[in-house]
């Protein structure tokens, strides 16, 4: 067998041993990530065959984020699965016909698939696929943050654990949080937000709404630089700007457009611009370049002449997501996710109350004409 080659990852989360801290300061914590192995041409072209008939012999669907690798995403599409953002993923799963959906992602993509379709197998290529906001912001430390503020409406994003969902009212994407706060502040609630502090505290500034925030981050988006960026613009005046909401607070206020994956990848389609630069995981430019040929897309900046990124832009745990690893679990039926029963039924409430959300605002991934209109999203932001 080959040895597994296993990196270190260092990200920031919230101080939990002081009481205020997860409204407040944060510190270095340390985790791990495998590295999956390389492979010639030939391998790649075999094991793509091999997945192809594995997925139709199990009657199973393959459900990809835009970060995971390019042959993922591109197997997910060809083989009738799909390739998407959070909200989407869960949604697709959830409607999808297949009794085994395979998710090619990180964990809480993986639970939430369960969460919503308890009756499906769903398989992972690797269930140590993790996530720096999920590992900021464990169960037990955020239902005391919640029990100390009872007044409070718990609003978490997609990227927690099911323990932490099933403590929640509400939970969110990034394609549909700001409107889901906007909703709840327009009904006087004051809300209490985990676990991504930079998310938060756009959609604070976006919506006036009164929020609490949990002082999660995420070691990719975190690492982006708003100086460089800047400096970056200067050289690339034509460009524009593409961020996720999971940045900086001075990298979110040069952007021409705020937004979740799809976002993103509909506004490079639709802006009238033949350059951008992505603050986001460089996973998604293979989505982008496939759905905006000829256009040009530059990589956010993520460290400055002195420092040294960590990430460099790209998730450790997305990168989990292999050939190797998904042909495997169709071969064996390994890394099966299970959601203890309990906690289970009652995470579903807040992801159903999205869900049916998001069905009723009609808020989909939306074609590129209305994403344009979608002022709400983009306003307050745009180049100082
Ligand atoms: P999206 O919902 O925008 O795809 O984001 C998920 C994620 O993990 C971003 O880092
Ligand atoms: Fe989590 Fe960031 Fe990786 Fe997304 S990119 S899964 S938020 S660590």
């Known amino acids: 067998m080959t040895p597994q080659t296993i990196k270190s990852v260092e990200f920031e989360k919230p101080n939990l041993t002081d009481p205020d801290a997860a409204a407040g300061g944060s510190c270095v914590a340390h985790a791990w990530a495998k590295v999956p192995p390389a492979l010639t041409p030939d391998e790649r072209q075999a094991l793509k065959s091999r997945i192809r008939k594995l997925l139709k012999e199990r009657n199973a669907v393959l459900v990809a984020h835009y970060y995971v690798d390019a042959d993922l995403q591109d197997l997910a599409e060809e083989t009738g699965g799909c390739v998407s953002d959070s909200l989407e993923m869960a949604r697709f799963g959830r409607d999808h016909d297949a009794k085994t959906l395979v998710v090619a992602g990180v964990r809480f993509m993986g639970e939430t698939a369960k969460i919503l379709s308890p009756e499906k197998t769903i398989l992972m290529p690797d269930l140590d696929a993790t996530c720096s906001l999920d590992l900021g912001c464990p169960a037990d430390d955020f239902s005391a943050f919640c029990d100390a503020h009872p007044d409070r409406t718990v609003v978490v994003y997609a990227n927690t654990s099911a323990a932490v969902k099933a403590r929640a009212d509400w939970m969110v994407t990034s394609s549909i949080g700001l409107k889901i706060v906007e909703h709840l502040h327009a009904r006087g609630e004051k809300i209490l937000w985990a676990p991504d502090k930079h998310l938060g505290s756009y959609i604070q500034q976006q919506t006036g709404a009164d929020m609490l925030l949990w002082q999660g981050s995420c070691l990719v988006h975190d690492e982006f630089k708003g100086i460089e960026l800047d400096l970056l613009r200067r050289e690339h005046p034509k460009a524009k700007i593409l961020v996720h ?140």
């Open 245 to 384: 909401p999971e940045s900086p607070a001075n990298v979110v206020a040069q952007a021409d457009v705020v937004g979740s994956t799809s976002q993103l990848i509909a506004a490079a389609q639709q802006l009238d611009a033949n350059e951008f630069i992505v603050a986001t995981d460089n996973g998604i430019l293979h989505k982008m370049r496939m759905a905006a040929p000829g256009k040009m897309f530059i990589e956010a900046p993520t460290a400055g002449n002195s420092a040294t990124c960590k990430s460099c832009a790209h998730c450790p745990w997305m990168a989990m997501n292999a050939l190797t690893n998904l042909a495997e679990v169709l071969e064996t039926g390994r890394n099966e996710i299970h959601v203890d029963a309990d906690i289970g039924r009652r995470a579903v409430t807040c992801i159903n109350r999205m869900l049916d959300f998001a069905a009723q605002q009609k808020a989909n991934v939306r074609p590129a004409a209305d994403l344009a209109k979608e002022s709400a999203l983009f306003s307050g932001v745009g180049p100082a």
